[in-house]
């Protein structure tokens, strides 16, 4: 299950700045190396992919591996063209995929 | 502050020899250390000396770099020296480029070399990024190197590298 997107922009952004963006999501990064406690190994099931569109066009993209930890944290970077809708989508093995979208405010001098 | 370690001669030859078929030795602890190569059965020890490198990761590795080992420069891993718990290791990497159109860092690989899987994330840049840095927190199953191999627009190949005492490890054991 992916629960609990957060995305976090800063405040007082401007025009030619490089800020960066941090987000979370709550998901158990199931390894697929740990056995249940008949013995029986758990099945793999991770955020695979992690995609970041900003106005539309992709601006950071990443591939977890079982290394992530659990509930995984990204914070990237990202040049601030002007104001604008970031999304960011989290997938995981089983298929689920989740959406969080955040609006960026730009400080005009 | 990428401390340096030891590394992978290239050339080095690499054998998870049969010869620990017959003594119970899993595929998993077959570890090459500097030059001498090391089968040792599983203790349940986390230490493993600086410079070990599992079976997974040489192959991994390789598939990645090939038979030439990337210039160490230009990327820094930003990680604990002693981390208390494997489970959620806060890094971040680094790496020194103007990200111009003419010059800029298409991915960053960050690897461990005693996990059971190699390839930690594989994090892609764009023009839009403005700097080629990416923070997160990783899983470390033992005292190990960490790697990072950033792959230039030319096609280049740079590593940084670093060196994580494990107190208890992560990955589920």
């Known amino acids: 299950m992916i629960t609990k997107p957060r995305i976090k922009l800063p405040d007082g952004a401007k025009v030619g700045d490089i800020i960066d963006v941090k987000t979370v999501v709550n998901h158990v990064m199931e390894t697929g190396n740990r056995k249940d406690a008949e013995g029986k190994p758990i099945a793999r099931n991770i955020i695979a992919s992690f995609v970041a569109k900003f106005a539309g066009t992709e601006v950071f993209r990443a591939e977890f591996g079982p290394g992530i930890s659990a509930n995984p944290f990204v914070s990237f970077p990202m040049r601030v063209t002007g104001p604008g809708q970031l999304d960011v989508t989290w997938s995981d093995d089983l298929g689920q995929s989740l959406t969080e979208t955040a609006i960026l405010l730009v400080v005009i001098e | 502050?990428?401390?340096?370690?030891?590394?992978?001669?290239?050339?080095?030859?690499?054998?998870?020899?049969?010869?620990?078929?017959?003594?119970?030795?899993?595929?998993?602890?077959?570890?090459?250390?500097?030059?001498?190569?090391?089968?040792?059965?599983?203790?349940?020890?986390?230490?493993?000396?600086?410079?070990?490198?599992?079976?997974?990761?040489?192959?991994?590795?390789?598939?990645?770099?090939?038979?030439?080992?990337?210039?160490?420069?230009?990327?820094?891993?930003?990680?604990?020296?002693?981390?208390?718990?494997?489970?959620?290791?806060?890094?971040?990497?680094?790496?020194?480029?103007?990200?111009?159109?003419?010059?800029?860092?298409?991915?960053?690989?960050?690897?461990?070399?005693?996990?059971?899987?190699?390839?930690?994330?594989?994090?892609?840049f764009s023009l839009h990024s403005g700097r080629a840095s990416v923070s997160g927190r990783m899983r470390l199953a033992r005292t190990q190197d960490v790697i990072a191999v950033a792959e230039l627009n030319t096609g280049m190949l740079i590593r940084g590298e670093t060196n994580v005492q494990v107190m208890i490890g992560g990955c589920g054991g």
């Open chain 2, 1 to 124: 502050m990428a401390k340096s370690s030891h590394m992978m001669k290239s050339g080095q030859s690499v054998a998870s020899q049969p010869a620990n078929a017959g003594t119970g030795v899993s595929r998993r602890v077959v570890m090459v250390g500097g030059l001498a190569v090391a089968v040792t059965p599983f203790d349940g020890s986390l230490a493993t000396p600086a410079g070990a490198r599992t079976v997974f990761f040489i192959e991994t590795y390789k598939k990645l770099v090939g038979e030439k080992e990337p210039e160490l420069r230009d990327v820094t891993i930003e990680i604990l020296e002693t981390a208390e718990n494997g489970n959620t290791v806060p890094f971040t990497v680094n790496v020194r480029s103007p990200m111009t159109p003419d010059e800029y860092v298409k991915t960053i690989t960050l690897l461990s070399t005693g996990n059971p899987q190699a390839v930690v994330g594989t994090f892609h």
